[in-house]
């Protein structure tokens, strides 16, 4: 059976306290640092990029199956909404996903096999 992402379309109340429509655009990764895969949404008319670290990423699939592109799209959605309902801002330092948090996610999405 394909997983189908949970995370690819969702509302989220936005920092004003009006609904604000999100959306996944696309993924792709830098091939520089620790290589990060990055996913990007759309957050009402503005375009939000959640990162995953390359490194945090190779330890979590160590040992385990590897997470599929709509895993990750589930895991970076979910990230994001957190972060938004926090109302932090939408930038590098928010939605930058490493060890701890990754591990938390997959766990709370039951990805940990």
């Known amino acids: ?3 189908e992402p949970i995370y690819e379309r969702f509302e989220v109340v936005g920092p004003n306290g009006a609904p604000l429509e999100v959306s996944f655009v ?3 990764f830098l091939t520089q640092g620790d290589r990060p895969e990055l996913f990007f949404f759309r957050v009402g008319g503005e375009e ?3 990162g995953i670290s390359g490194a945090s990423l190779a330890r979590f699939e160590r040992g385990r199956s590897r997470l599929s592109r709509e895993q990750k799209i ?3 959605g979910r ?3 957190r972060q ?4 932090l801002p939408l930038d590098s330092r928010s939605l930058y ?3 701890d948090e ?3 996610l997959a766990s709370e999405l039951d990805f940990t096999e």
């Open 97 to 99: 996903i490493q060890d």
């Open 26 to 28: 696309r993924a792709g």
């Open 48 to 50: 939000a990029v959640v």
């Open 1 to 3: 059976m394909t997983y």
């Open 74 to 76: 589930d895991v970076t």
């Open 79 to 81: 990230w994001l909404k």
């Open 102 to 104: 990754l591990a938390n």
């Open 84 to 87: 938004m309902e926090a109302g």
